[in-house]
């Protein structure tokens, strides 16, 4: 009985009327009697202070928790064998429900529905005009990958209609989306040749001028700037000599230099993904003094310590080295268990410059997106990481899930934490899954 008490149950009249226990009911009901007599001559009523507590506890034992007319807490006041005979056409109560015998008992008195909350979901169409969140199209991001030194475009393991594209077929991807109505791009570039200082960006800001060329403003083309893809073991930053430490200065500046890069191929947004500390600080200064005051900043913000980049990791070539002594990323992403640092990452980048703020994985992180959204009145972004899509694509695959709902049902779920630009691997698919 849930909200009741233990004591409050065994005071109730005749909670269990099953026919083989009424000679226990009514060994109760004497005991009880016992207990509540007073000096009154035999028929005399009971004084109304005893009658009002039943019928209250009574009340409280059918579920009547609210507001509910008099007549009816009256007839509440009856036991539950009462209420029965009653409502099955017997005109008589017990003796101890005498008084409110005359009462009027109508059907299910115990399930009054007063609150109808399924009438308005009937309809398909009232069921969508009533939405309180909204997906469009216009808020995704399509990560792209250009890779350097294959022949063809390679499809990624996990990850459906997500290629790792040549120069050509790079272009060719992107004017397939533009027409499928997605115009806004996160490029990921991966080179050929791996060094451990002295990275050359040349091959990612070729990629990113010849897109600007092809499509101009008809994208928006942000590009992602980490060093995981450049390194020759696999760490977002330079190493010190006994490869056990990111070393953060030396980082950051190679971070600023390559953000101004792609900043003079023509990027509109650079987006600094590595967890340095400063390093939003510092890409803004470059990007100012080298006059690109116009070209924005998303910063992963909140970037944790995740399982969800396996996909990606193939697919950019940049898993963390197994031989190395820094095995994993622990070191400089955030923890999982301590959402407080997403909170002061995220401020200091917003202190920064940072133009648009990022969590990333998205749905185990929803509570720290909707949080941080709340506090940082900025733009807000997601990244649906491979791990997360590819979980959607492999369900589907063995038709354990509708792959198009369970897309949309993601996407809802960042809008409705705070997220205005959600980055999805099944952005080009958006016109399929966003049919109404």
């Keep these: 009985m849930p909200g009741a008490a233990a004591a409050d149950v065994r005071r109730l009249d005749c909670v269990d009327s099953r026919p083989g226990d009424r000679k226990l009911d009514r060994q109760r009901h004497r005991a009880r009697d016992r207990n509540l007599r007073t000096d009154r001559p035999h028929g005399q009523p009971r004084p109304q202070s005893t009658v009002r507590s039943r019928r209250n506890c009574n009340a409280f034992f059918l579920g009547q928790r609210r507001a509910i007319p008099h007549c009816r807490v009256v007839a509440a006041a009856q036991c539950a064998t009462c209420l029965r ?74 990850l459906d209609e997500v290629y790792r594209d040549t120069p050509d077929s790079l272009l060719a991807q992107i004017e397939a989306d ?24 040349g091959f990612a800001s070729e990629r990113i001028a010849a897109i600007k060329n092809r499509f101009g403003t008809d994208l928006w083309l942000a590009v992602d700037v980490c060093l995981c893809s450049y390194t ?33 191929a023509g990027a509109d947004c650079v987006a600094p993904s590595d967890m340095m500390d400063g390093r939003v600080g510092a890409i803004r200064a470059a990007l100012d003094a080298r006059g690109h005051e116009r070209v924005t900043v998303m910063s992963y913000a ?10 990606f990791r193939a697919a950019a070539n940049s898993a963390p080295a197994a031989d190395n002594p820094l095995s994993d990323r622990s070191t400089y992403q955030l923890d999982p268990a301590r959402p407080s640092d997403a909170l002061l990452s995220a401020a200091r980048d917003d202190a920064e410059g940072a133009d648009i703020l990022m969590v990333k994985p998205g749905l185990p992180y929803l509570d720290v997106l909707a949080d941080l959204s709340a506090a940082i009145p900025k733009p807000w972004a997601v990244y649906q990481t491979s791990g ?18 369970a897309q949309a049902e993601t996407w809802t779920a960042f809008v ?13 698919r958006a016109q399929a899954i966003l049919k109404d």
Excluded: W
């Excluded at 529905?113 to 009533?130: P, Q, S």
């Excluded at 469009?136 to 991001?141: A, P, S």
């Excluded at 997360?388 to 709902?405: N, P």
């Excluded at 630009?421 to 952005?427: E, R």
């Design 85 to 158: 005979r009653r409502q099955n056409g017997h005109r008589f109560a017990c003796a101890r429900h005498y008084l409110t015998a005359s009462i009027p008992v109508p059907p299910r008195v115990a399930s009054m529905v007063e609150l109808n909350l399924r009438r308005v979901r009937l309809n398909r169409h009232l069921r969508t005009a009533m939405r309180e969140c909204r997906v469009h199209r216009n808020q995704l991001i399509q990560p792209v990958f250009a890779v350097d030194g294959i022949d063809g475009r390679e499809t990624i393991a996990g």
């Design 178 to 201: 533009l027409a499928a109505g997605i115009d806004k791009f996160l490029l990921f570039g991966v080179p050929r040749d791996k060094h451990l200082t002295g990275f050359d960006h």
């Design 232 to 264: 020759t073991h696999g760490h977002c930053g330079v190493l010190n000599e006994a490869g056990d430490y990111v070393v953060n200065d030396a980082t950051v500046a190679e971070l600023a230099a390559a953000a101004t890069q792609y900043a003079d």
């Design 302 to 311: 909140a970037k944790f310590h995740s399982s969800f980049y396996g996909p």
């Design 388 to 405: 997360e899509q590819a979980a959607i694509d492999v369900l589907a695959k063995h038709q354990l899930i509708g792959r198009d709902a």
């Design 416 to 428: 409705r934490a705070g997220a205005q630009m959600i980055i999805s691997y099944a952005a080009r």
